[in-house]
T-cell receptor
Framework: NAGVMQNPRHLVRRRGQEARLRCSPM?????VYWYRQLPEEGLKFMVY????????ESGMPKERFSAEFPKEGPSILRIQQVVRGDSAAYFC????????????FGPGTRLLVL | DAKTTQPPSMDCAEGRAANLPCNHS???????VYWYRQIHSQGPQYIIH???NNETNEMASLIITEDRKSSTLILPHATLRDTAVYYC????????????FGSGTKLNVKP
């Protein structure tokens, strides 16, 4: 039973480019969450999605960041016009969507902006 | 949402029990206590969670005080591979799908 998958594991972008991070939830999970971890800090919630719906995006920066979870395919976290401050580890988690809601995390994507 | 307080670091000898405390004095009646750990910079790993009763699984035990204001995660026989940052999280009552990660406790298991 495969866990949460994220790709790429490492991503290097120059300032001004776009970054696309992908997350495939665990089989049978319909809820996806994105978190960001800056160096030497804890994880910070960004966005919570269900299939084709953004449920809570209160942790997303107002500009340049967007997320989607289409009916088919992985969830995508998109960062436009990246800046050096976007360099971080981005983790995706999924949960089954039952009342218990334990979240299971992927290995993360390390984004480095040059 | 209840906040948690954890010591920044702890040491434990290999083979001994590691007891990691967490204070959550403002926890509400229907909020769960979750524990995760992060080894190096890997993705957080779920360990255990509970509401009121003590819980045990193959990884650890969770002891929650009767007033629910604090809890202790117990790793019964710590190994070097248990060296990690351990996060105690209270699942938000009204934003129950967000997990708030604080600074955690860095557990150093020493030979």
């Amino acid at each position: 039973n495969a866990g949460v998958m994220q790709n790429p594991r490492h991503l290097v972008r120059r300032r001004g480019q776009e970054a696309r991070l992908r997350c495939s939830p665990m089989k049978g999970h319909s809820h996806v969450y994105w978190y960001r971890q800056l160096p030497e800090e804890g994880l910070k919630f960004m966005v919570y999605l269900q299939k084709e719906n953004i449920i809570d995006e209160s942790g997303m920066p107002k500009e340049r960041f967007s997320a989607e979870f289409p009916k088919e395919g992985p969830s995508i976290l998109r960062i436009q016009q990246v800046v050096r401050g976007d360099s971080a580890a981005y983790f995706c988690a999924s949960s089954p969507g039952t009342s218990e809601e334990t979240q299971y995390f992927g290995p993360g994507t390390r984004l480095l902006v040059l | 949402d209840a906040k948690t307080t954890q010591p920044p670091s702890m040491d434990c000898a290999e083979g001994r029990a590691a007891n990691l405390p967490c204070n959550h004095s403002t926890i509400s009646g229907n909020e769960y206590v979750y524990w995760y750990r992060q080894i190096h910079s890997q993705g957080p790993q779920y360990i255990i969670h509970g509401l009121k009763n003590n819980e045990t699984n193959e990884m650890a035990s969770l002891i929650i005080t009767e007033d629910r204001k604090s809890s202790t995660l117990i790793l019964p026989h710590a190994t070097l591979r248990d060296t990690a940052v351990y996060y105690c999280i209270v699942r938000g009552q009204y934003n129950f799908n967000k997990f708030y990660f604080g600074s955690g406790t860095k557990l150093n298991v020493k030979p």
